[in-house]
Antibody, heavy 125, light 107 residues
Framework: QVQLQQWGAGLLKPSETLSLTCAVY????????WTWIRQPPGKGLEWIGD???????NYNPSLMSRVTMSVDLSTKQLFLKLRSVTAADSAVYYC???????????????????WGQGSLVIVSS | DIQLTQSPSFLSASVGDRVTITCRAS??????LAWYQQKPGKAPKLLIY???TLQSGVPSRFSGSGSGTEFTLTISSLQPEDFTTYYC?????????FGQGTRLDIK
């Protein structure tokens, strides 16, 4: 059974860097893509980006200038960094496994499952 | 970006009712749509992908249909644990986007 466990700093000041880690259990990082999503309190879901085992990432254009995703195959961990945070970045952040389909022999996103438990990050001065 | 609009945003129903939630895409996305259920304080759970394929372990009272720009999630007979929030998601092209959510309450 695949499980994702997340952790990271929960309270940041404006302009600091958000750093989250997601550990993967029961699945190989190499056989899957991985993604990060966030959800401001009481609001909907926003896709942040996804990454494969070789570190090739796709980012949401709305966050691309501030976000970096990475993976560590040896520890089976995923990492999210978001620079220069503001109050608008306050949210629950989730990692998730990406189910893949193939279109014209290229991997494409199909679904997100399972998800990590979520990490609440508050940005406040 | 592809916009997804769910309707209704709020829905009241009773145990045993049949309900349908609609998700409309701002442009055609073939059948590249997924549905998620989210309970308060929990991560979303995948229900359906490919517009109509039921994820393993999801009760058969959940079903999905549609293609192109209009999709539906149907719950055939509501159970007490189904009263929560549902999101659609398009995975046809980047950036991946979600609908705004539909909250299902007990009448």
């Amino acid at each position: 059974q695949v499980q994702l466990q997340q952790w990271g700093a929960g309270l940041l000041k404006p302009s600091e860097t958000l750093s989250l880690t997601c550990a993967v259990y029961g699945a190989s990082l190499s056989d899957n893509f991985w993604t990060w999503i966030r959800q401001p309190p009481g609001k909907g879901l926003e896709w942040i980006g996804d990454i494969n085992h070789s570190g090739s990432a796709n980012y949401n254009p709305s966050l691309m200038s501030r976000v970096t995703m990475s993976v560590d195959l040896s520890t089976k961990q995923l990492f999210l960094k978001l620079r220069s945070v503001t109050a608008a970045d306050s949210a629950v952040y989730y990692c998730a496994r990406v189910g893949i389909r193939y279109k014209w022999n290229a991997p494409r996103v199909n679904w997100f499952d399972p998800w990590g438990q979520g990490s609440l990050v508050i940005v406040s001065s | 970006d592809i916009q997804l609009t769910q309707s209704p945003s709020f829905l009241s129903a009773s145990v045993g009712d049949r309900v349908t939630i609609t998700c409309r895409a701002s442009q055609g996305i073939s059948s590249y749509l997924a549905w998620y259920q989210q309970k308060p304080g929990k991560a979303p759970k995948l229900l359906i992908y490919g517009a109509s394929t039921l994820q393993s372990g999801v009760p058969s009272r959940f079903s999905g249909s549609g293609s192109g720009t209009e999709f539906t999630l149907t719950i055939s007979s509501l159970q007490p644990e189904d009263f929560t929030t549902y999101y659609c998601q398009q995975v046809d092209r980047y950036p991946i986007t979600f609908g705004q959510g539909t909250r299902l309450d007990i009448k």
